[in-house]
């Protein structure tokens, strides 16, 4: 079982935004930088957004990231079918040392 | 560009221990600031973080698999390696590599190696 609670999946139309919820505690999102991590299928994840809200060089701005309390959000605008992949939030934990937690991913349809 | 290729055998028995290693490219693994980590993926399910190691040695281990865990360094082979002691059929899993910011992202990964644990 995750530390971090996301929905299990999100659809929406091309060219459309969606929303992905990331939800923890004071712990680990509330107390730390949260990153995002894309992974298409039989690829391994890929950075898109680290310390919850900056993009790595190459990651288009449609991709957007934001923090309010013990919860974070990945925004993406403009929809296309190649956005169709599993997204995954992450944090550190606080209480826990050196811990790491990842949510439990979120599959994204492209309607 | 930092690449990293892991490498290691795709079959372990249970009971024995799996081990990994993960050569990394494009960085000298001397400097501070960076973490070199094992994350798993289990069959159709979510990432779980394993550890890391920093340059110096310095190892963080996921507690729920603390007791089996062995993550060790060479920096003068610009490696790193996890092993895994006895393992049974959960710990079947693809395994990745990752170099880990001190802010915390996991910025270059490698490809990931399946890894069965079988008799």
Known sequence: ????????SVSAAPGQ???ISCSGSTSDIGNNYVAWYQQLPGTAPKLLIYETNHRPSGIPDRFSGSKS???ATLAITGLQTGDEANYYCGTGDSSLGAYVAFGGGTT???L | QVQLQESGPGLVKPSQTLSLTCT???DSMSSGGYYWSWIR???????????YIDYSGSTYYNPSLKSRLTISVDTSKK???LKVSSVTAADTAVYF????MWSGEFDYWGQGTPVTVSS
């Not at chain 1, 079982?1 to 299990?8: D, F, R, Y």
């Not at chain 2, 993926?41 to 550890?51: A, F, R, S, T």
């Open chain 1, 17 to 19: 935004k969606v929303t």
């Open chain 2, 24 to 26: 990394v490219s494009g």
């Open chain 2, 97 to 100: 590599c990752a170099r880990r």
């Open chain 1, 69 to 71: 309390g013990t919860s």
């Open chain 1, 1 to 8: 079982q995750s530390v971090l609670t996301q929905p299990p």
């Open chain 2, 79 to 81: 490696q790193f390696s």
């Open chain 1, 108 to 110: 994204l349809t492209v």
């Open chain 2, 41 to 51: 993926q289990h069959p159709g399910k979510g990432l779980e973080w394993i550890g």
